[in-house]
């Protein structure tokens, strides 16, 4: 017991510890930022300098403020703050935590100012704080400003934090940035040779920006090598361009894999050339749309968890409004095509028309949450999340429906009335019901498109037109009916148009990609995936 009692003791003494040391550090880096109010340029040098010894990334935000001019202290205690100007009103943020302290009088504050010597000064040490950042992904981004400026002088800073960074990326980066620095600091040829070959390396756009900056300065002999290091990386580049356009064209392709799927269903099972297709994904983009707003209003510490909720309701949403659809007007036009295209393009313009009058013709924007914001680098080529998470989501969609349409007995009554519809009436399948259902689920998950595009572009009563002449592209492509086809139709159509779009443009690659399909089903009028089945036949 008595043991227990001193572990007790001193595991609440080390909190207490941490939580006093803690706030000990704020204070001092209040103290420490208030004191550029007070004394002449050198006093504000010697804070500079105290600063710059802090390592605390919290100073950075300060420091910037005062180069740009935007640091300000209260005249009645000396309280240094940020000052904003928007809208003809001053506003006023914590230089520290960041945090916003509302409209203030300008009248109350008087500017801290700097001259040339302590603007350098401040410039240094934002180089030196960057380079030591606590975030690997913070001294890599110092690192490569570094490279492009060609900041000479940075050298000293990067040399010191070289000797101490362990973070293999970040030694990369750094040491691309010292050699950028070497390069034109009047070194001898061997240095400069060494620099080249670093940069040749590191490769990328930056590193062939400073070799292309350098080749009108180099001698005869350093020249030859300045230029074959430029091709070297250019090879690479081309061979990252060719990666990154399929990259592109599998993102594209996940958007159009999701925006098909619903098609291939209805189109496949019942024939129904369904023009408003697209204003399923508009109305799975709205719900999103109206889901973030309410959790914003009431419930803002769920904003992350938005997407949850957005994924169910549009699905719900979208799959009813189709089924009322299918019951109300396209179950009485079934063998009429031309029909069934005229009333469904109507049904498009009345549900856009309807749009507009609840929000508005005007775009409207859906964030998205951390999780999917920003991106990473891989080697020469930026992939960003959102586009990343489009990817899994399109595929975990797609296995799903190959589930349900393989393994339940809805997939086998949907199946079954693909096959031979009048043969499946016979063994008591409700073909109506199945066909209704089975709309219901197309549009649902021509909504739950809606919530990925909602993502990567703004939410517009015409965000459905953009992608209904693609979706039907990819259904004819892959084979109607058959979600495997629709799958390889929507990566081979995304990957085409991206390969396309640098030499022809973006509206000459759809009609080139339009043209071969017109082309392609001339040879294989069920596309590349036929179903078969005895009404087919």
């Known amino acids: 017991m008595k043991r227990c009692r001193l572990y007790k003791s001193l595991f609440i003494g080390l909190l207490l510890s941490c939580f006093i040391n803690t706030h000990l550090l704020a204070d001092t880096l209040n103290d420490t930022i208030n004191s550029l109010a007070k004394g002449g340029f050198k006093e504000r040098a010697k804070v500079i300098g105290l600063m710059s010894r802090l390592n605390d990334d919290r100073i950075l935000n300060s420091l910037e403020a005062l180069s740009a001019g935007k640091l300000y202290f209260r005249k009645n205690n000396k309280q240094v703050i940020i000052l904003k100007k928007e809208d003809n009103k001053y506003?006023?943020?914590?230089?520290?935590?960041?945090?916003?302290?509302?409209?203030?009088?300008?009248?109350?504050?008087?500017?801290?100012?700097?001259?040339?010597r302590l603007r350098r000064q401040i410039k240094l040490t934002l180089s030196s704080l960057k380079l030591r950042a606590s975030s690997p992904k913070d001294r890599i981004l110092a690192a490569t400003n570094i490279l492009k400026t060609i900041d000479?002088?940075?050298?000293?800073?990067?040399?010191s934090q070289l000797l101490i960074e362990k973070n293999k990326s970040v030694r990369k980066a750094m040491i691309a940035a010292r050699a950028s620095v070497i390069l034109f600091n009047n070194s001898s040829n061997a240095k400069q040779i060494q620099s080249i070959n670093i940069l040749m390396k590191y490769g990328g756009r930056e590193a062939r920006s400073v070799l292309t900056r350098f080749l009108s300065s180099a001698n005869p002999r350093v020249k030859k090598i300045t230029e074959n290091a430029i091709k070297t990386i250019d090879v690479s580049l081309q061979r990252w361009t060719f990666i990154q356009n399929v990259w592109y064209g599998l993102s594209l392709g996940s958007v159009l894999l999701l925006?098909?799927?619903?098609?291939?269903?209805?189109?496949g099972v019942m024939g129904v050339i369904n023009m408003a297709h697209g204003e399923m994904v508009m109305i799975g983009a709205y719900t999103t749309f109206v889901v973030q707003d309410l959790i914003k209003a009431n419930f803002s510490h769920l904003f992350e968890y938005s997407l949850a909720f957005s994924i169910p309701l549009a699905f719900i949403v979208s799959g009813l409004v189709g089924i009322a659809i299918e019951r109300g007007v396209i179950r009485y036009l079934y063998g009429r095509p031309l029909e069934t295209l005229l009333a469904t393009w109507g049904i498009s313009l009345v549900l856009q028309q309807t749009v507009r009058s609840l929000f508005g013709p005007t775009n409207q924007e859906v964030s998205s949450p951390e999780f999917m914001s920003g991106a990473f680098q891989v080697g020469q080529m930026t992939i960003?999340?959102?586009?990343?998470?489009?990817?899994?989501?399109?595929?975990?969609?797609?296995?799903?429906?190959?589930?349900?349409?393989?393994?339940s007995s809805f997939g086998l009554q949907m199946r079954a009335v693909t096959q031979n519809r009048l043969m499946a009436r016979s063994m008591g399948i409700r073909s109506d019901w199945v066909?209704?259902?089975?709309?219901?689920?197309?549009?649902?998950?021509?909504?739950?498109a809606g919530v990925a595009l909602s993502q990567i572009e703004n939410v517009s009563p015409n965000l459905g037109q953009a992608y209904i002449i693609d979706s039907f592209m990819v259904v004819v492509f892959g084979g109607v009916g058959n979600l495997w086809g629709t799958l390889v139709g929507a990566m081979t159509l995304g990957v085409a148009n991206k390969f396309l779009e640098p030499f022809a443009g973006a509206v000459l690659a759809k009609i080139m990609v339009l043209i071969f399909i017109i082309l392609f089903i001339q040879k294989r009028p069920r596309g590349m995936f036929a179903l078969k089945g005895r009404a087919i036949e």
């Open 435 to 448: 066909d209704a259902l089975t709309f219901g689920l197309g549009s649902g998950i021509a909504g739950i």
């Open 384 to 407: 960003t999340y959102n586009r990343l998470y489009i990817i899994f989501f399109a595929v975990f969609i797609l296995l799903i429906l190959l589930i349900l349409i393989k393994k």
């Open 259 to 267: 925006a098909a799927i619903g098609l291939a269903i209805t189109f």
């Open 91 to 116: 506003y006023a943020k914590d230089p520290v935590t960041k945090s916003n302290l509302g409209v203030v009088q300008k009248k109350q504050f008087k500017k801290i100012r700097v001259n040339n």
């Open 152 to 159: 000479k002088s940075a050298l000293k800073a990067i040399q």
